[in-house]
């Protein structure tokens, strides 16, 4: 049982990963700017521990990068994610097996 509950965890941070990386791609090729984790919690559903949690490892392994807003008042500084080169392959990727069907998400 262990065993399948570990799969089960496996696969959905694989999809959580996928379904970011895809927004962000989607966000790049309409040059938007960078995404802070409130856009992309609404447009892939997750909930803030998914997308932050995601968006920490896709950056851990060079799919995006962040950097801290700068701000003259005194509301919380946000962080804005951008995909790097290599996310953005990884996300066609993932996008072109999608619509072909060999993968149930992005």
Same mark, same amino acid.
């Given at each position: =049982? &262990?065993?399948?509950?570990? *799969?089960?965890?496996?696969?959905?941070?694989?999809?959580?990963?996928?379904?970011?990386? $895809?927004? =962000?791609?989607? *966000? +790049? #090729?309409?040059? =938007?700017?960078?995404?802070?984790?409130?856009? %992309?919690?609404? $447009? #892939?559903?997750?909930?803030? !521990?998914? /997308?932050? #949690? $995601? %968006?920490?490892?896709? +950056? $851990?392994? !060079?799919?995006?990068?962040?950097?801290? +807003? /700068?701000?003259?008042?005194?509301?919380?500084?946000?962080?804005?994610?951008? &995909? #790097?080169?290599? !996310?953005?392959? =990884?996300? *066609?990727?993932?996008? *072109?097996?999608?619509?072909? !069907?060999?993968?149930?998400?992005?």
């Amino acid at each position: =049982m &262990i065993a399948a509950l570990n *799969r089960w965890r496996e696969r959905n941070r694989l999809r959580w990963e996928r379904q970011i990386l $895809a927004v =962000m791609l989607l *966000r +790049e #090729t309409l040059n =938007m700017d960078a995404a802070s984790g409130w856009p %992309l919690m609404r $447009a #892939t559903r997750l909930s803030g !521990g998914a /997308v932050y #949690t $995601a %968006l920490a490892r896709l +950056e $851990a392994a !060079g799919m995006v990068t962040s950097e801290w +807003e /700068v701000r003259a008042d005194d509301r919380p500084r946000r962080r804005f994610y951008r &995909i #790097t080169d290599q !996310g953005a392959i =990884m996300a *066609r990727h993932r996008v *072109r097996r999608w619509l072909a !069907g060999k993968e149930e998400t992005p």
